[in-house]
RNA sequence: GCGCAGGUGGUGGAAUUGGUAGACACGAGAGACUUAAAAUCUCUUGGCCGAAUAGGCCGUGCGGGUUCAAGUCCCGCCCCGCGCACCA
């Protein structure tokens, strides 16, 4: 008998899948989440595409594979795409993973030499696609013609290891997301000139269309948090003698006759024209030291500090003077940079008047209504808040204004690879786009990928394909040396496998028309950066006509991460991670490691390694492939159809768990079936070949999405000569279902005391009084009349008695 | 602080959404095979009483409640985890 040996098998059916792969991949298929599942034939589908990711290895292990299968490079794009959607989307465009991989592969490897990244796939020589790159500039060229991508000098993240700045959602824990180790240095803030796309157009209709969306709650409301919508108002107020005026920006318009004092962040440009002679020199330490600390560290410190600026303005409801300070807790990014303080009304507020003894004035009482408030005094806060702006509004000193926290997306990295930002800076033209005819820019070749240090990046120093003619004037022009967000490739890419060789459009709309929007999302850690931008670019290109459905995805699941036995993160710089090509290479396979991810806990769920794991579900394979050889080495004998009723139960049972996403229990159910199987062997011998013949068909069919490499050899054995991975998903029949008996609990009182077999056309009446003849339950209900008997179909009686 | 999701055996987790709690697996124990071990196969395994695969009692974080019936619903606590966090 054949010894079950992966590592001999799943090279051999790797090998198969690479040759045959749009064989594979069968478009016309209606079993999508079947060949979803199973279509990723790579051994590293084990740690990242089938369900949880093991968050730490992802780049080395697709890397490492990468090569092994004769690869050169890979992209963010790349395992962002090879996951669970991505083989959707190569099944429904009737590419295969490997073809799109193929499509989608810029370059990368460089940047990490020039990093000087150790891995040592980082010596290999970077290829780009000029396709994806010259459609992703596409989209900034298309961007740039709307109005929604800009140039703008601010103070933006900055990552030192990188050389490069960072969007507000790549900052995590004040780390970058790709140095986020404990030995890692926080990121600061740097003030760079760069290019934005204005996603703050879109946040309302983001916003809005959230709520309709198919996921999880917990993912829609960071969503929902991230756009941070508040309705309020802005508010002018002047400032004494110089006439200079103030906009703060307020959701509590009602309490204005409580403002007390103006607070501006340290940033504020007016600062410095308010601030008096002898408070100068304190304002100015205060700014310098406030510019210098981390966001993180200013967060960190949650003790109120601040400075009076030495001017007063004029409360426009009270025509009072209040005093002007300035602090840190007022952030210049949001709203107008400046505050109206309400320390009776709003804590941090309450807490800095108290730290600096500044004047609290109630203006809303315990019953809601206002006080203190002029002729607004009685009015319920809520009709006071309108009033008090309209009277702003009429007397020009203010107005209604909604306000959103996420802000308009950096995209520009001084990083080598990415796309090349299209765009030739002319002096007299300005910035100037790169004609769609001239499109891709891509990539000149270098030696040194390292940043050029002036905060520019490595392609400022290549001068032939810097320098160029400007499209307009003709004239000496050079090159835009940002590149753009690898978030973008991420955002559309989706759209672009549906069309992957097209080389007149982006897409075409009829092709995405009928495939989007995508069914099913898999992703992890994505809950906010990507799927906003995903969004947002969906919902750019449905604006120009392109896609009918802005949404890009229909349902979306954020899965569980592997963290380590202690419930750690795994990190390289804890050296707590595991490897699984290790446990591939041990001897367990890849087919092992896939099944044990799916079946440890729910996707969702975030999961312990357990080292335990992998051998279990080993064991399980390996019965599997028993059965198999045993019924191959068996001779006909006797009939039996013992084994209908458990394969049609498991068949329907699996189906319908793997359609909701339950592949833990989907495998218990297989493992069920196995185990039931093994006993019926035992009495029959594989006498009946036919029915014989189906159950272990069905049974290597549904365990193929989990073990692929297994199951296509053992389908093989069955006597198929086309792979199982092709239309082999079986079907149930509800008749072998269907039972002559039914078992049905019976309690007193809600306590089980019995349990009857009787037929399944039994009446009633017929099954009550069955229940009540039972011994146990005469025992119970002793010598009284039950005072009920409830009979819940095919379950259960209870019977109710004193 | 705000929000979200949870709390079930020694462990990971099941439970058709109000209907037999603990599926399946890991671990543990026993047996078969073997010179032996590993592998494999079979059985046992929530706790307590009991010879029992007779039956009983207890049991889903804690305390109350609704119901014929509560892991599931309601009220009040406690504890872990995750996300956001000085957003005016």
Redesign the pocket.
């Known amino acids: 008998m054949k010894r079950y040996n992966p590592t001999e098998i799943e090279p051999k059916w790797q090998k198969f899948w690479d040759d045959n792969a749009t064989y594979v991949a069968d478009l016309n298929s209606d079993k999508k989440k079947y060949y979803a599942m199973s279509m990723f034939n790579y051994p590293s589908g084990a740690g990242i595409h089938i369900g949880h990711a093991m968050n730490y290895t992802i780049s080395d292990v697709m890397a490492r594979f990468k090569r092994q299968q004769g690869y050169e490079s890979y992209h963010p794009v790349g395992w962002d795409a090879f996951g669970l959607p991505a083989e959707n989307f190569a099944i429904k465009s009737g590419i295969s993973p490997q073809e799109s991989m193929k499509k989608i592969i810029p370059g990368y490897h460089k940047q990490y030499k020039a990093m000087g990244w150790s891995n040592d796939w980082s010596k290999e020589i970077a290829t780009h696609d000029p396709q994806y790159y010259k459609w992703t500039q596409w989209i900034f060229a298309e961007m740039f013609k709307a109005g929604l991508a800009y140039q703008d000098s601010r103070m933006q993240w900055w990552c030192d290891k990188d050389k490069t700045v960072l969007s507000n959602e790549q900052v995590?824990d004040g780390k970058c997301w790709r140095h986020d180790s404990s030995d890692d240095p926080l990121v600061a803030k740097r003030e760079i000139k760069q290019w934005f796309f204005k996603i703050t157009d879109y946040a309302e209709e983001l916003l809005e269309a959230t709520d309709a969306l198919d996921w999880t709650?917990?993912v829609k409301?960071?969503q929902k948090?991230w756009i941070?919508k508040?309705q309020?108002a802005e508010i002018d107020f002047v400032v004494e003698d110089s006439g200079q005026k103030i906009r703060v920006?307020?959701?509590?318009p009602d309490t204005l006759f409580g403002a007390t004092f103006l607070v501006m962040?340290p940033e504020h440009p007016v600062l410095a024209k308010l601030t008096t002679h002898d408070q100068k020199q304190a304002v100015d330490t205060y700014v310098t030291e406030s510019t210098k600390k981390s966001e993180l560290e200013?967060?960190e410190?949650?003790e109120?500090t601040g400075v009076f600026t030495g001017s007063y303005a004029i409360n426009p409801a009270t025509n009072k003077k209040v005093p002007i300070w300035v602090a840190?807790?007022?952030?210049y990014g949001?709203?107008t940079?400046a505050?109206m303080a309400?320390p009776a009304h709003?804590e941090?507020d309450e807490e800095f008047a108290k730290k600096f003894d500044l004047p609290v004035v109630q203006v809303v009482g315990d019953d809601d209504c206002m006080k203190g408030s002029g002729k607004f005094d009685g009015l319920d806060v809520n009709k006071a808040r309108e009033d008090i702006v309209s009277w702003l509004e009429s007397e020009s000193v203010g107005e209604s204004k909604t306000?959103f926290?996420i802000r308009d997306w950096s995209v520009s990295r001084q990083r080598y690879w990415g796309a090349p930002i299209p765009i030739i800076n002319c002096p007299t033209d300005g910035a100037v786009l790169v004609p769609n005819e001239d499109l891709p820019v891509v990539l000149p070749e270098l030696d040194d990928f390292a940043p050029s240090g002036d905060g520019r990046s490595a392609l400022a120093r290549a001068d032939d394909w810097l320098k160029v003619k400007c499209p307009k004037c003709g004239g000496d022009a050079e090159r835009e040396t940002d590149t753009l967000d690898t978030y973008i490739c991420s955002s559309w890419y989706f759209l672009r496998y549906l069309d992957p060789t097209n080389d007149e459009k982006i897409f075409d709309s009829n092709i995405a028309n009928k495939w989007q929007p995508v069914d099913f999302y898999n992703g992890g850690d994505h809950?906010?950066a990507h799927m906003i931008y995903a969004r947002f670019v969906t919902r750019f290109l449905h604006k120009k006509g392109l896609i009918d459905n802005p949404e890009p995805f229909k349902r979306f699941l954020f899965n569980g991460k592997v963290t380590a036995a202690d419930?750690q993160m795994f990190s390289k710089s804890k050296g707590n991670g595991v490897d699984p090509l290790e446990i591939i290479n041990s001897g367990y396979g890849a087919d092992s490691l896939r099944t044990y991810l799916m079946?440890?806990?729910?996707l969702d769920?975030?999961?312990?390694w357990?080292e335990?794991?992998v051998?279990?579900?080993y064991?399980?394979l390996?019965?599997v492939w028993?059965l198999v050889q045993e019924y191959d080495e068996a001779s006909e004998g006797e009939k039996s159809d013992a084994m209908l009723r458990t394969v049609h139960w498991a068949i329907k049972k699996a189906t319908a768990d793997i359609d909701d996403q339950?592949y833990?229990?989907a495998?218990?159910a297989m493992?069920?079936l196995t185990?039931d199987l093994?006993?019926i062997k035992v009495k029959d011998n594989y006498g009946d070949r036919a029915n014989w013949k189906f159950a272990l068909e069905s049974l290597v069919a549904l365990v193929a999405p989990f073990a692929p490499h297994m199951s296509e050899e053992l389908w093989q054995q069955l006597g198929h000569d086309t792979s199982v991975h092709r239309d082999s998903w079986p079907q149930w029949d509800d008749t072998y279902l269907a039972s002559d008996t039914m078992?049905i609990?019976v309690?007193v009182?809600?306590?089980?005391?019995a349990?009857i077999q009787v037929s399944a056309d039994a009446s009633d009446d017929d099954i009550k009084s069955q229940a009540l003849a039972q011994d146990?339950v005469v025992k119970?209900v002793g010598d009284n009349e039950p005072l009920?008997v409830?009979y819940?179909p095919k379950?259960?009686v209870?019977v109710?008695a004193k």
């Open positions: 995590i709650d917990t409301l960071a948090n941070g508040s309020g920006f307020t959701t509590r962040a200013r967060m410190n949650k109120k840190d807790y007022v952030l949001y709203g940079g505050i309400v709003d941090r306000t926290k809950a906010t419930g079946f440890a806990a729910p769920l975030w999961v312990r357990d335990q794991g051998p279990g579900t064991r399980f390996n019965r028993t339950k833990n229990t495998i218990a493992m069920e185990n093994y006993k078992t609990a309690q009182n809600g306590k089980l005391r349990e146990n119970f009920k409830i819940v379950k259960l209870n109710v």
